[in-house]
């Protein structure tokens, strides 16, 4: 049997998991890791084939669809661009499962946690696969519903109890704009059909949408006096979604505060299995954006704003994973970039965008891990407390280190030496500089230079501050075990090498998605349609453009060696809260007072809130004197029931009787 | 004539008979084997009426008729007979009397299945008192049992005074039109519509039918009968036997007495509005969860019997895949309920009311199953989507809107509005409130059954599509049929 037709397996396989671990977990060692882990795996080895055997075969997509209800349907869909993503996913995963019966050996509850997980990686894996804006829309909720459970894992505590409502409230602001976004694209295409769809054809479903880009661009609609054109409409809000999920400013204010859940969770959601289904959704509908005029400058400019704005963040940081997180939203913000330019370099975005997803991912994943294995050796993240870690845990400060060099972008340009970062990051940034060159605009191009020196000084600054020097507290601790320091290594190599080798077939391979492929678009008219103009050729920089991010990430390495290692100036002078910028920095820019305190609890609280509940007094009242007044009702009605035979019969005899007339009177009124 | 095409209920009749005989041989402790024949009985007819669908035939000189309508509700009883036969395993497990429980079951089956296909009065009627009989001394089953011999009693008065109603109403019928063919009494019937007999036959029909689908007034038998049943027993009569009311309604009015409608339609209107408010308003304040699911029943008979006001083709099609549901909701509902009175009985062998509410508290942790099948039926029936319960009312309500009766559909929404009220207390019982009583293990057979009309209610409302077309076949058949 050909490996495609067990494509369905992929999310299936796991979902079992889930049911089995959350049943029998209990009974069995390490909480049912097996289970989990079996599964996972087996979806790896099954995803990986079915990608060689696009690369090979390009045209064996797998695409299969059942019928739903109606002009719905389910049904899957396996195409270059889902995947790279289900290998990374499903790979990444394992590689955190295994790691977790390690770090999870301590805890209560570990059969709910791989349970959890398990049901999370399904869900990621589900929307990956979907070929329908509808299925994608189901597993969407799906992995918030399992981030909100496994962020707040631990919800005896209550900030992690808040952390997890953060993020489900904020993400679901991005949601509803999705949703609201699949209503407007369903209520366009049925007028497109006339409210007539032959039998056999699905119209959420993704070939059939962009075969309707046209129609869609030519539906306008009058929003505050402007003409909007109705895909620009749909694809802002499926990015309002993406803008959510994937932590982009400025709905990224769940990101840093999901640290609370355990770290391997952190390593899931901000490597794996949530924070990328953004990027994926607006990868998914590619085509639809590059048709929609403005929409891919919006995904640009938020992309490079958030990738320098949570850079900033991340320097002022003193917990280790908070660092981290920042650093994701800014990653995840070269990766909507990465699809940003687009504009100017047409189906090559989808490309080097998700190129930067899957090295991110795996750089992302063991950076989370390395900082789970301190974590779990000395049990403090706070990195003024630490220091020195390199000579108590070797193995976890090298492939740490790794991963750092990995993130910076640290290579040679115009050969293929390099870190994977190197090759996925400088290709984002170079063609930032193409957009610069083609639309004109060259923020996105400063911005996104600019955040690769910060990303270099808050990576090195933590790598200082935790493993060099000499310890600044008594925190004892050693190696971890080689259930969590394996998976370490696996994903070092991956990290070190896997751009350099990939980095050609896989802009190609992916690139190709939507064109030859299970619907092949003519990007460039597209692209007319949404007004973009495509550059011609790509690849021309002046050699400065190449060197530039090398430069700027040796001179994060270097700027922080002088001030953490050899500290040649005094930070304890600088970093008070005295300094303006410092303050304003480690304040988070004051966004907790901004939205928590002023929108949440002024505007919506306590305006809308208050304004709402007089209404429900209300109706509270309403439905309070209808349930006490058929509960009442309820109770005179039971002394019908006697219990005595004889006055049943007379019931129904009377009721015949009365029926007859009934009837007649009713007859003669009507 | 091809007796395949009686082959299901053949299937049955001689299971039934050798279950009989063979348990007459058998020691006490090695009954429990019967249970199993009468299930695999069930299965094979099963399997024999769905690898026949599609057929249509008329048989035994054009007095019984297979047709989309007969096929779909003799799978309805079968799926019901299936759920009441592995349930049984476990009910009649160490009593003397085993052949007796299955045997009387499975001819209620053959009864209901035969009023499915009946084309002629008389085999109606024949067949509706052959399921009537059996199901009479099921109910008294356990005869050292006052209250279950006590729902027998009057669950066999009423019924006969409604049989003596409904031969009357016959009686009229063939007076009338000269005929007890059901179609040639529709080719006949204008004499009785202008006649003001015809008024008198129908509802004395209705009497007879409205008895067994429980309709107010004539349900004052059911939440006694119900309650003091066996609740496999219960799960027959609400689940299967309703069903065989609604099916003969179904060919007597839609069909054969189809000149009449404008009468039977105002009768059906106004018992569906008495019934699904009474059920759904006195269920409120039940403490017994037998009665209240009694209740619960009359409350669903009510919006089924809308089909019968509305009269389009998609409300017929909506209220019989409501009875199917229904079908599977009920069942199961009354199954768990089975199985937490065994789980009471068997702590306490004298405990007054198994079936009390109380008992069901913190069931969500002693009986984790049981509990979650329960919740998935009252969700189901309460209407909650992605269950057969939503799509069914779903279907039956949006057509009864779309035909102009917006004021039923109202009053039917806001029916299902205070039903949430009784269906979310058991919900509340199991897992809200605690309990000090440990963890039981769960009887097997009724896991089983719970768990097949689990995967039932859920497939058919996630995946209601083929179902709600098949349902729309059947309905088609009685709207030509009388053409």
């Given amino acids: 049997m050909a490996v495609e037709n067990l494509a369905f397996l992929i999310p299936v396989l796991p979902a079992l998991a889930f049911v089995l671990t959350f049943f029998l977990g209990k009974k069995l060692p390490t909480g049912g890791a097996i289970i989990p882990i079996a599964a996972i795996a087996t979806s790896f080895i099954i995803s990986l084939l079915i990608t060689l055997n696009l690369l090979a075969n390009p045209e064996e997509v797998v695409s299969q669809s059942y019928s739903w ?278 189906s090559e975005a989808v490309g080097i965008a998700l190129f930067h997803l899957i090295n991110h991912a795996f750089f992302k994943a063991l950076l989370f891990l390395c900082a789970g294995s301190v974590i779990h050796a000395v049990g403090t993240h706070d990195m003024r407390q630490l220091g020195g870690v390199a000579k108590v845990m070797p193995i976890t400060a090298i492939t740490m280190i790794i991963a750092s060099l990995a993130l910076t972008g640290i290579g040679i340009p115009g050969t293929s030496i390099g870190t994977s970062g190197f090759f996925s990051k400088d290709a984002i940034i170079e063609n930032a500089y193409l957009f610069g060159e083609t639309t004109g605009t060259w923020l996105p191009y400063i911005f996104s230079i600019a955040a690769a020196l910060l990303t270099s000084i808050y990576i090195f600054r933590l790598i200082f501050m935790t493993f060099y020097g000499k310890p600044r507290t008594d925190y004892g601790g050693h190696e971890s075990p080689a259930s969590m320091t394996i998976p370490l290594s696996i994903l070092a190599l991956c990290a070190l090498v896997f751009g350099g080798l990939t980095t050609k077939t896989f802009n190609t391979f992916v690139s190709e998605t939507f064109v030859n492929n299970f619907v092949n678009m003519d990007i460039s008219s597209l692209a007319t349609l949404g007004g973009y103009h495509l550059a011609e050729h790509a690849g021309e920089e002046p050699m400065l453009i190449l060197w530039l991010p090398l430069i700027m990430a ?117 | 004539m091809n007796l395949m095409l009686v082959a299901p209920e053949l299937t049955i009749a001689v299971t039934g008979l050798a279950v009989l005989l063979i348990g007459l041989f058998l020691p006490t402790d090695s009954k429990k084997i019967l249970g199993y024949l009468a299930s695999l009985g069930v299965l094979i007819a099963l399997a024999l009426t769905v690898s026949s669908l599609g057929t249509e035939a008329l048989l035994f000189y054009n007095t ?276 937490v009175t065994y789980m009471v009985l068997s702590e306490n062998k004298d405990s007054a009311d198994p079936d009390h509410i109380e008992n069901f508290r913190g069931l969500g942790k002693r009986m984790p199953i049981t509990a979650l099948c329960m919740t998935i039926f009252v969700f189901a029936l309460a209407g909650i989507p992605l269950t057969a319960g939503y799509m069914s009312k779903f279907v039956l309500f949006s057509s009864t809107i779309q035909s102009g009766f917006v004021w039923l559909a109202v009053i039917a929404i806001l029916n299902s509005a205070i039903s949430l009220g009784y269906y979310a207390k058991i919900v509340k019982y199991m897992y809200f409130l605690p309990t000090d009583s440990e963890k039981v293990s769960e009887p097997f057979p009724y896991t089983i059954a719970m768990i097949i009309a689990a995967v039932g209610v859920l497939a058919l409302g996630f995946w209601s599509e083929p179902f709600v077309h098949w349902a729309m076949e059947a309905a088609s058949v009685l709207l030509t049929g009388g053409m």
């Avoid at chain 1, 996913?89 to 398990?118: Q, W």
């Avoid at chain 2, 045997?103 to 008389?122: E, P």
């Fill in chain 1, 69 to 346: 209800f109606a002009i719905l349907n389910v049904g899957i869909l396996v195409d270059p661009l889902a995947a790279v993503m289900l290998t990374m996913v499903t790979f990444v995963s394992l590689l955190i499962h295994i790691y977790s019966t390690g770090y999870m050996s301590h805890d209560k509850a570990p059969s709910r946690y791989f349970a959890e997980t398990a049901l999370f990686t399904a869900s990621m894996l589900g929307l990956i696969l979907s070929d329908n804006i509808l299925q994608l829309f189901i597993c969407w909720e799906l992995v918030g519903v399992c981030s909100y459970l496994l962020i707040g894992f631990w919800f005896e505590k209550p900030s992690a109890a808040t952390a997890a409502k953060k993020a489900f409230l904020t993400t679901r602001i991005g949601d509803v704009m999705f949703l609201t976004g699949i209503i407007v694209l369903f209520s366009d295409l049925f007028k497109i059909f006339n409210g007539n769809v032959p039998d056999g054809v699905y119209i959420l479903r993704f070939d059939e949408i962009f075969a309707h880009i046209p129609d869609l661009a030519a539906i306008n609609a009058n929003i505050f006096g402007m003409e909007v054109s109705h895909i620009t409409l749909i694809t802002l809000l499926f990015f309002g979604g993406a803008v959510g999920k994937s932590g982009q400013f400025p709905l990224h204010v769940w990101l840093p505060d999901a640290m609370e859940g355990p770290t391997t969770v952190s390593a899931l959601i901000h490597a794996a299995t949530m924070v990328t289904a953004g990027v994926y959704l607006v990868a998914r509908t590619f085509p639809m954006f590059i048709a929609a005029p403005d929409s891919l400058m919006v995904v640009a400019y938020v992309g490079a704003f958030t990738a320098i704005f949570a850079g900033t963040m991340g320097i002022v940081m003193n917990d280790l994973k908070r660092v981290l997180a920042y650093s994701t939203v800014s990653q995840l913000g070269y990766m909507m970039l990465g699809l940003g330019v687009g504009a100017a370099v047409g």
């Fill in chain 1, 554 to 670: 040796l001179a994060g390495l270097v700027i922080t060696f002088l001030i953490y290692g050899l500290k040649i100036v005094n930070m304890d002078k600088l970093v008070s809260r005295n300094n303006p910028i410092y303050k304003l920095l480690y304040n988070r820019y004051y966004q907790n007072s901004i939205f928590t305190n002023f929108i949440s609890v002024k505007v919506i609280y306590e305006g809308f809130a208050f304004a709402g509940r007089a209404v429900d007094r209300g109706f509270d009242w309403i439905v309070k004197w209808f349930s006490d007044f058929t509960l009442e009702a309820g109770e005179s009605l039971r002394q019908f029931q006697t219990g005595a035979v004889q006055n049943y019969a007379t019931a129904v005899i009377t009721g015949v009787s009365l029926l007859v007339i009934l009837i007649k009177v009713v007859m003669e009124v009507l």
């Fill in chain 2, 64 to 339: 019984v008729s297979i047709d989309a309508l007969s096929q779909f509700f003799k799978i309805v009883f079968l799926v019901v007979a299936l759920l009441f036969t592995i349930a049984g395993i476990k009910y009649t497990e160490g009593n003397s009397n085993t052949e007796e429980f299955f045997t009387l079951g499975l001819f209620a089956t053959i009864g209901m299945m035969f009023v499915a296909s009946a084309n002629d009065l008389m085999v109606l009627f024949v067949a509706f008192e052959l399921a009537s009989l059996a199901t009479y001394a099921l109910a008294g089953f356990e005869k050292k049992n006052i209250k279950s011999l006590e729902a027998a009693m009057k669950y066999f008065i009423i019924g006969s005074l409604s049989a003596a109603l409904m031969l009357l109403g016959i009686s009229y019928v063939y007076g009338a039109t000269g005929t007890t063919s059901i179609p040639e009494i529709a080719a006949n019937s204008a004499t009785l519509a202008s006649s003001p007999i015809g008024i008198v036959a129908v509802v004395l029909l209705l009497a007879g039918f409205g008895f067994k689908i429980a309709l107010v007034p004539f349900h004052m038998w059911a939440p006694d009968t119900y309650q003091g049943s066996p609740s496999v027993v219960s799960a027959l009569l609400a689940a299967g036997s309703k069903k065989m009311g609604i099916v003969a309604a179904l060919k007597v009015f839609v069909v054969a007495l189809i000149a009449l409608k404008a009468d039977w339609q105002i009768a059906f209107a106004i018992l569906a509005v008495i019934t699904m408010t009474y059920g759904n308003v006195v269920a409120l304040k039940q403490t017994s969860v037998k009665r209240m699911l009694a209740y619960s029943s009359l409350a669903q008979a009510g919006y089924i019997t809308m089909a019968f006001v509305v009269l389009t083709p998609i409300a017929l099609g909506g209220g019989i895949f409501y009875a199917l549901s229904h079908g599977f909701m009920k069942a199961g509902a009354f199954i768990a309920t089975a199985a």
